[in-house]
Each structure stands twice: as C-alpha cells, then as structure tokens.
C-alpha cells in the first residue's frame, strides 16, 4: 500500500476548473490521496475551506467556485 501525496499549484486548479468545473476541483483534492501539498495563495485557501469544515457542504463548494472564478479571471483567457 502506498502514500499518495499531490502537489497542487494555482494554475492548476485555474486549468482543471475551466476544464471540469468544480467537480474537477473537488476530485482534485479529495480523490485518491492521502495529502495535498500546496503552492500559491489560491490553493492553499481552498485547502483551508475544505479542511477546517466550518461551511456546509453547498456553502464551502460556493465558496471555493468563486475563488476559482475569480482567479481565472484576473488570469486572463489565452
């Protein structure tokens, strides 16, 4: 049995978003993996909202589509 460790970066969860939307996002963080590590503001925040639970479910995705939304705006579209 291994340990399963995923490094996450912004442009990352930017990409998998446009791509997949925030089912793509969740399944990044959460499917088959035993630790995220992180690099960038905007994925260490979402990290946090998923970790610390003090939203409901609907209320922490929300919450994590507009971060997302927001940061892939002021990225531009290429």
Do not use: P
Not at 44 to 70: A, P, Y
């Amino acid at each position: 049995m291994g340990f399963h460790k995923r490094y996450i970066d912004d442009d990352q969860v930017i990409e998998i978003y446009r791509k997949e939307g925030i089912q793509g996002v969740e399944a990044w963080y959460t499917k088959g993996v035993d630790v995220v590590i992180t690099s960038g503001e905007l994925s260490e925040h979402i990290l946090d909202i998923i970790e610390i639970g003090l939203l409901t479910e609907i209320d922490k995705w929300n919450k994590i589509s507009e971060l997302v939304s927001d940061a892939s705006i002021k990225k531009g579209f290429k």
